[in-house]
């Protein structure tokens, strides 16, 4: 039986491999299905540990292709979220890639606005060393806090 510290490993490691993958695919230019596909299936068959932790392929793949599928929308919803002078022009790929999935979750995988507040400042940190923690958990929280209007006014497929 896994335990659930194994499985929120597991869950965790899969918000940080979408995040990998949907930046290989915003960089590559690719948003086909079969290059999702491989990200999803394929890129961590050559595992030869097996005692090592595997993200969870369920939650890499609604995360990957639900962020693909919603960009547009999750963009309008961060642009509207930010403070000040802030564009979402100006924010770094990476970074943005880091909100949109935290946004993805907020709004379509209904998981509590504290967890995905944690877990993404976790992943933003395990890619920065700076600031940028605290600027995904100032937009993903005033995010989480305008939830009901925010799903009222935006369309985000799961």
């Known amino acids: 039986m896994v335990g659930s510290g194994q499985l929120n490993k597991d869950i965790t490691l899969a918000r940080i491999s979408s995040i990998q993958g949907l930046y290989e695919l915003e960089i590559c230019g690719a948003d086909d299905s079969k290059t999702m596909f491989d990200i999803i299936n394929h890129r961590y068959e050559d ?44 924010i770094d790929i990476l970074l943005l890639i880091i909100l949109r999935a935290g946004v993805y979750e907020l ?29 995904v958990n100032g937009v993903l929280d005033k ?11 935006f369309s985000v497929s799961g």
């Open 107 to 135: 709004t379509s995988l209904n998981t509590p606005k504290p967890v995905v507040i944690d877990e993404y400042v976790k992943v933003t940190k395990s890619f920065y060393l700076g600031k940028e923690g605290g600027f």
């Open 143 to 153: 995010i989480g806090s305008n939830l009901p209007s925010i799903k009222e006014k």
């Open 47 to 90: 595992n030869l540990d097996p005692k090592d932790t595997l993200p969870d392929k369920g939650m890499l793949g609604i995360l990957i292709e639900g962020v693909s599928s919603n960009k547009s929308e999750l963009d309008r919803i961060v642009s509207l979220c930010l403070d000040g002078d802030k564009s979402i022009q100006n």
